[in-house]
Nanobody, 121 residues
Framework: QVQLVESGGGLVQAGGSLRLSCAAS????????MGWYRQAPASQRELVAR???????NYADSAKGRFAISRENAKNTMYLQMNSLIPEDTAVYYC???????????????WGQGTQVTVSS
């Protein structure tokens, strides 16, 4: 069984920083593209940033210049460094990854359980 576990969320004042982590564990052959999504109350889940296995990145306009996505392939772990946070960044942040499990050729998309980020004004 494959699991994605996020950590690093919390309460921060506007202008502050947080670093989110997402660790993939279980019977993993390879972790391909990974990404961060967020969902604010009464809103749809939206892309924040994604990163390929090779390190190519893309960001939502709202994240450009403030957030940085990175990963450590050897640890099956992804990060999101969030700087200059604003109240509009308040949301549950979800980790997402395309993973090939051991003993299979199927590429399956997984989601983490989410971590709350709250930015106070």
């Amino acid at each position: 069984q494959v699991q994605l576990v996020e950590s690093g969320g919390g309460l921060v004042q506007a202008g502050g920083s947080l670093r989110l982590s997402c660790a993939a564990s279980g019977s993993i052959f390879s972790v391909n593209a990974m990404g961060w999504y967020r969902q604010a109350p009464a809103s749809q889940r939206e892309l924040v940033a994604r990163i390929s296995r090779g390190g190519a990145t893309n960001y939502a306009d709202s994240a450009k210049g403030r957030f940085a996505i990175s990963r450590e392939n050897a640890k099956n772990t992804m990060y999101l460094q969030m700087n200059s946070l604003i109240p509009e960044d308040t949301a549950v942040y979800y980790c997402n990854a395309d993973i090939v499990g051991v003993g299979t050729v199927a590429l399956i998309n997984y989601w983490g359980q989410g971590t709350q980020v709250t930015v106070s004004s």
